[in-house]
């Protein structure tokens, strides 16, 4: 086999596994958007937030430590323990459903029967006061995620390639356990939508609020489920991507990766995202590896956007997406 | 007429929007296993009876009697699980979703599994899954609606969306059943078939039912007691020969012509 198309094969997988995270990311949007047609522009800054609460439980670091020295004039920073990686999973699952609780509380309740535009801004607020929140609870240091997660090449995949072709190919082992774990995900959201009762609940609560509360179903039960679910998925993406490029700001812009990845797999399907995940991350590092050189680089910043805008042009509701009909 | 066997009794219900009285010191009661209808012109608040009744109104004054017990002030998804049920004049279905599915979610409250049970013992949630299909079926076959079973409603004709809708609050098997406007826009025979449908609910599920209604022929036939409403008031209650004869009845809404 050529060279070049080992190169290739190589790109595209390592492109694979990019997807897969960024279809993790998308994830976390479609499930918001299903339940209430709403685009949750905080879901970026959700993933850093449950980021920095694991880190933070984890390593035993006082919430809010620099407020309280500031007004009592102490310095106290940490409680002094370091816990076990699985219970401070745990106790940032726990936080983000509580998040959920708070924003239905706070928010959404106010927000019934509204615009989803009105919503739409209600997230991006949230976004902004969840980053400032986040940063007053758990300092804005870059914080490094050490929950046993492995980390290098795969010594065996560039073995057995190595054999194979005579070309060993790198693969992260961080990347194989995220496809992994994403794929995991997948099958446990599919379960929960497709087949329980809050699954039906939920598809009606996205369809038609009147008549979901006639049935009997609870809207404000079901957004915090959902939002709950989606503070979940949130974490599972924060985690992966912390464990990659360490847990600080720029963690919550990965919701700008989303965004192409719900524009080409539909908004409203889970499928979808995983596709178009996929699709981008392929083709934003083969786009790359192949005509990049040619226009200078750095094509991996704008290739997910133009390859999205040329989808919407002829299929504006996605490779998924349900088709919007109109009655008139 | 005896209280004590009333289902339902309505009393002294005023609701007020801002400066507007949708109703005022309404009183009657619905009695087990009849069909009471409401009627009255345009704007005379019988929909928004029907939405004090279901929850989505909160009246400023008055009170609910539901099965002897006074009704305290909750949200309407709890009302619709202590075994109340409506259609909309508006129809309110879940379009995206197929016929099948929206009688199904008429029952999700009727549902048991949950997410754990779900997974830990898929046999169990998969028999109940198919016990609730089965009734899901048989009001399919009721409504005679077999043919667009597997169509998202959102599609349908008027009429049939009409149909489908009642059959989701069918499927909540419910105790008492609110219709508003259940013939509104049908053609004879739709109105007919729906007639029919509505007294078929009364004989052989032995449903309460209150519904709202234009046509006086259609009244005449279904119901066994019939409110008349005007400018938010009640003007008139007692069996369809009683009010026809009554002579503010006609005044006030048979000569508006619908
Ligand atoms: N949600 C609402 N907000 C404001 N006014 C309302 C609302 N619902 C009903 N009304 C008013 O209450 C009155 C009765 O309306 P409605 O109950 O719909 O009458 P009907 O169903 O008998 O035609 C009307 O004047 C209507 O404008
Ligand atoms: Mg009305």
């Known amino acids: ?328 | 007429m005896n209280d004590s066997a009333a289902l339902m009794d309505i009393r002294n219900i005023t609701l007020k929007f801002g400066g507007v009285t949708a109703l005022e010191d309404v009183s009657f009661d619905i009695q087990e296993g009849e069909v009471r209808a409401i009627i009255g012109p345009n704007g005379a608040g019988k929909s928004s009876m029907l939405n004090v009744i279901s929850g989505f109104y909160h009246p400023q004054e008055g009170g609910i009697w539901f099965r002897g017990e006074r009704r305290p002030a909750m949200p309407s998804h709890r009302i619709a699980r202590q075994g109340v049920a409506r259609t909309f004049q508006n129809i309110a279905l879940f379009s995206r979703m197929t016929t099948l599915d929206n009688i199904m979610t008429g029952r999700v409250t009727l549902m048991r599994p949950n997410l754990l049970t779900h997974m830990l013992w898929w046999g169990r949630a998969e028999r109940e899954e198919s016990e609730h299909r089965e009734k899901v079926e048989r009001i399919i076959d009721f409504l005679e609606i077999q043919t667009i079973r597997k169509t998202p409603v959102g599609r349908l004709p008027y009429g049939l969306q009409k149909r489908v809708e009642l059959g989701r609050a069918l499927a909540a098997e419910p105790a008492l059943l609110l219709l508003d406007e259940p013939m509104a826009g049908m053609n004879v025979e739709e109105k007919e078939d729906m007639c029919r449908f509505i007294l078929d609910v009364k004989e052989e599920f032995g449903t309460t039912i209150a519904l709202i209604e234009h046509d006086m022929g259609v009244v005449m036939d279904v119901s066994d007691r019939v409110v008349v409403m005007d400018y938010g008031r009640k003007i008139g209650d007692g069996t369809p020969d009683e009010v026809r004869n009554n002579q503010d009845v006609i005044d006030a809404y048979l000569g508006v012509q619908h």
């Not at chain 1, 694991?54 to 809010?64: A, C, D, R, T």
């Not at chain 1, 609560?205 to 939002?227: E, T």
Request: net charge neutral.
């Open chain 1, 1 to 328: 086999m050529s060279q070049q198309l080992l190169y290739a094969i190589e790109v595209s997988l390592n492109g694979l596994m990019a997807g897969v995270l960024y279809a993790l990311v998308a994830l976390g949007f479609v499930l918001i958007y299903k339940a209430s047609g709403v685009f949750n522009y905080a879901q970026g800054v959700m993933a850093l937030f449950a980021a920095l609460t694991l880190v933070g439980f984890q390593n035993g670091q006082i919430p809010f430590a620099h407020l309280i020295n500031e007004i009592f004039g102490t310095q106290v920073h940490h409680f002094g323990w370091h816990l076990p990686a699985f219970l401070s999973v745990l106790l940032a699952l726990a936080m983000m459903v509580l998040l959920a609780v708070i924003v239905e509380k706070l928010v959404l309740k106010h927000l019934i029967n509204q615009e989803p535009v009105i919503l739409f801004m209600a997230t991006i607020g949230l976004a902004y006061f969840l980053e400032g929140f986040g940063d007053l609870m758990w300092g804005s240091a870059i914080k490094k995620i050490e929950i046993g997660l492995p980390y290098g090449p795969s010594d065996s995949i560039d073995q057995f390639t190595y054999d194979l072709f005579g070309y060993g190919f790198f693969i992260d082992r961080l990347d194989i356990v995220a496809a992994l774990v994403a794929a995991l995900l997948v099958c446990f959201l599919t379960v929960f939508s497709q087949y329980s009762k809050i699954g039906r609940a939920l598809r009606a609560v996205a369809d038609d609020h009147q008549a979901a509360l006639s049935v009997g179903i609870s809207l404000r039960f079901i957004w915090v489920v959902v939002w709950s679910v989606a503070g979940f998925v949130a974490l599972v993406a924060g985690v992966m991507w912390g464990a990659k490029s360490g847990v600080q700001f720029s963690l919550s812009l990965i919701a700008l990766k989303a965004l192409p990845v719900l524009m080409l797999g539909g908004f409203t399907s889970i499928p979808g995202a995983i596709v178009g995940g996929l699709i981008i991350g392929v083709g934003e590092k083969l786009f790359d590896f192949l005509l990049g050189p040619l226009v200078g680089g750095a094509t991996e910043n704008w290739f997910a956007y133009v390859l999205a805008l040329v989808f919407l042009v002829f299929r504006p509701q996605g490779l998924f997406g349900e088709r919007i009909i109109e009655r008139v």
